[in-house]
């Protein structure tokens, strides 16, 4: 196939090596900030015009916050840095032996470095056909079908009178005990019952039932084991009832099953696990069972200086075993790419990539949350607040720290959700 590659502009202080940059995520984002006023060119393609910030992806879902509240467009980002350019555009291949990748609009970009941060989605485990009843949680659109679905399930409770429906109807499902399944299920026990007391006239609160389903034996599995029961605990004062070593077998109109039990549910959420990106499989490198591409100690593949693979898409192996898919992760590949191809550039050796585990962090629910900072074990109202200041922090945007803090007073303060649109259409 013939291409033209796509012009880019230099950077001010003359011609340098030409970096593109696959992916705006986490990974993406802090390679290309790390990279900005250096002297090489930086492309970024990705498929969307917005860095989407995903931790606060399932407050969006919720209602608690809009969507332009946690995204910022990528240009807005690189506006002053004349060496990266932007661009909306996706990635269909690969040619690593020539240094070029190929667009879905048919032209192609040369590079000297190739970050590839492309990501995961969600994995349904070889069944796609459970994600017409079952949505993930990746994606802006993804939130908006999931906020949806459960304000379409209360109002068609509303309107229903047949009892085993509207039961059916109040019962909201989520698979998947990790962070995004414990902030989904406190977030709708703490939406659902409220607003159904205040806003509606013929739902019984008291047939509200969050339940929240995990197939191993305890919630937060990379968390210390107390923190865990801790967590569990929460949940259960907030009225979710948690199934611990329970395994789906199938996903219909009906609801969910565990083995022969049916779980009757209208609003079903998947949070149960992710897989990389399939641009992943298109690099030509090996791949682990979840199809993460096996990258080396300096973030490179196999025989591939110049290709790094970062974030979601890569499995990093330490003595601990394999690096969490984890936004912080994916930061500080990020910024280690850009010093390797600084030292690339000035002819230094590089080092290998060490991670620095700074903790982690879940919250179920106002005043409830749990997080590890190495040896600190904190939960409660504490680690909520611990919560509540990072995430802030790490909003790329002013507007969005300010108007997200402003959300979050209002919440707190009223017990109520100022986002409770119901926009798209039901998909089949």
Avoid at 16 to 41: E, H, N, T, W
Wanted: proline share 5%; with cysteine.
């Amino acid at each position: 196939m013939s291409a033209t590659p796509l012009s880019r502009p230099a950077p001010d202080d003359g011609e340098g090596p030409a970096v593109v940059i696959v992916g705006a995520g986490f990974g993406g984002l802090a390679a290309a900030r790390a990279l900005a006023g250096a002297p090489v060119r930086v492309t970024i393609v990705d498929r969307m015009n917005h860095h989407l910030f995903q931790p606060l992806l399932y407050q969006v879902a919720m209602a608690a916050l809009s969507p332009a509240e946690i995204a910022v467009p990528i240009r807005a980002v690189f506006r002053d840095d004349r060496n990266v350019t932007v661009l909306m555009a996706e990635v269909v291949s690969f040619d690593l032996d020539h240094g070029r990748l190929a667009l879905a609009d048919g032209t192609s970009l040369a590079w000297d470095y190739l970050v590839v941060a492309a990501g995961a989605e969600t994995n349904f485990y070889g069944h796609p056909e459970w994600s017409l009843h079952a949505p993930g949680l990746k994606s802006i659109e993804d939130a908006i079908e999931i906020r949806r679905r459960v304000l379409v399930a209360l109002e068609r409770a509303e309107s229903a009178t047949d009892e085993a429906l509207q039961r059916a109807l109040l019962t909201f499902v989520v698979i998947g005990g990790g962070p995004t399944g414990l902030e989904l299920a406190g977030a709708i026990a703490e939406l659902a019952r409220p607003i159904a007391e205040s806003d509606f006239r013929r739902i019984d609160p008291s047939w509200i039932k969050v339940v929240l389903v995990e197939a191993g034996d305890r919630l937060l599995a990379t968390f210390d084991p107390r923190l865990s029961e801790k967590a569990r605990d929460s949940l259960v004062e907030l009225g979710v009832e948690v199934r611990t070593n329970e395994r789906v077998t199938n996903i219909d109109g009906q609801g969910v099953w565990l083995g022969d039990e049916l779980i009757r549910s209208q609003s079903i959420l998947w949070t149960a696990g992710v897989r990389a990106s399939g641009l992943a499989a298109r690099l030509g490198a090996p791949l682990d069972r979840g199809g993460r591409v096996v990258v080396g100690e300096d973030c490179s593949l196999p025989g591939r200086p110049r290709v790094f693979a970062i974030g979601d898409i890569a499995r990093f192996d330490t003595p601990e075993g394999p690096l969490p898919g984890v936004s912080p992760v994916a930061m500080q590949q990020g910024r280690y790419v850009a010093r390797m191809i600084e030292r690339d550039r000035r002819g230094e050796p590089r080092e290998p990539f060490r991670y620095v585990d700074k903790g982690s962090m879940a919250t179920i629910g106002r005043s409830r949350a749990v997080a590890q900072l190495g040896r600190l074990r904190l939960s409660g109202l504490l680690a909520w607040l611990m919560w509540l200041f990072v995430h802030l922090w790490y909003l790329l945007d002013r507007r969005n720290r300010v108007s997200v803090f402003l959300d979050w007073c209002w919440s707190y303060v009223t017990f109520r959700h100022g986002a409770r649109l119901i926009t798209g259409s039901e998909k089949r």
